[in-house]
């Protein structure tokens, strides 16, 4: 069993009273600041008991749009399974580039743990999924030590890391294979600065230590786009002894995010087997 309570007691910044106002994203929700900016916010659920393993979730919306109201979904469908739910916020493209997204993601996480006692969660029982954007920055903070250190936290603070059809695993190739949206797109998130596209592509920082296990999702009809990046990533992690399972699943690249908790959404389904092989029922 890991023993993190010394360096989530230097991660706390804030007093957790001073922060947790009702929120109208769920009727279970409650909304807590992990930083000062008025996007560093959390959609926090609370489990029925305590102690309960923590999921979180970062939303897609690439690098400049997107809210942490997206996943109330989510945040019913993990409460029903006795998990404690988190969904984050982070600081949007212009105002913040993807390397001071990871670092919200990894404060807010920081954040999390260091009051689970307050909050009724397992802070050596953590999973962060992310969608499309979200599954980027969940990849980076999961592969690259910087954003989890920064925080005094060590790599093995997260469990297991679930992408849900994203990219951006290998920036600057994938820059190179796209068409103009996408260029226009990565350009606006990524720039054109090689060295910056090399540092903030999860792929390239595959090499160990990274987070334990990784569950892998992207659409099959994406074939050349997350498909090649999620099986190049998994190709990566493996390589690297890191645990990585990658499935290819029906749908768009909306619906495995919109249709998550639904009966029969395979993408819910393959989360759910991992999260009780991590943590049992």
Request: aromatic share 8%.
């Amino acid at each position: 069993m890991r023993r993190l309570v010394p360096l989530l007691a230097a991660a706390a910044a804030f007093p957790l009273a001073a922060q947790t106002v009702p929120t109208p994203a769920s009727a279970d929700a409650v909304e807590l600041a992990y930083a000062s900016h008025p996007r560093q916010r959390i959609d926090f659920t609370r489990a029925a008991r305590p102690g309960a393993p923590l999921v979180v979730f970062l939303h897609g919306g690439g690098w400049s749009r997107g809210d942490k109201s997206m996943a109330t979904h989510m945040a019913a469908h993990f409460h029903r399974r006795g998990y404690a739910f988190a969904a984050v916020n982070y600081r949007l493209v212009p105002d913040a580039d993807p390397v001071a997204q990871a670092g919200d993601a990894a404060a807010a996480i920081a954040h999390l743990a260091a009051n689970a006692d307050r909050l009724g969660l397992d802070p050596e029982r953590i999973i962060v999924i992310g969608h499309s954007a979200g599954a980027h920055l969940a990849a980076l903070i999961g592969t690259d030590p910087a954003y989890l250190r920064h925080q005094r936290l060590p790599m093995t603070a997260i469990d297991g890391v679930v992408l849900l059809d994203g990219a951006g695993y290998d920036v600057p190739a994938q820059m190179r294979r796209g068409g103009p949206f996408l260029r226009r797109l990565y350009g606006n998130a990524f720039g054109d600065d090689p060295g910056f596209q090399r540092r903030v592509s999860p792929t390239l920082h595959a090499g160990a230590p990274n987070a334990a296990r990784f569950l892998i999702l992207h659409i099959a009809s994406r074939p050349d786009d997350s498909g090649a990046q999620s099986r190049q990533l998994a190709e990566a992690l493996r390589a690297a002894g890191t645990a990585a399972e990658l499935v290819e699943v029906d749908g768009s690249h909306a619906d495995i995010f919109r249709r998550f908790g639904q009966q029969g959404h395979v993408a819910t389904e393959r989360t759910d087997a991992f999260a009780r092989q991590l943590f049992g029922r």
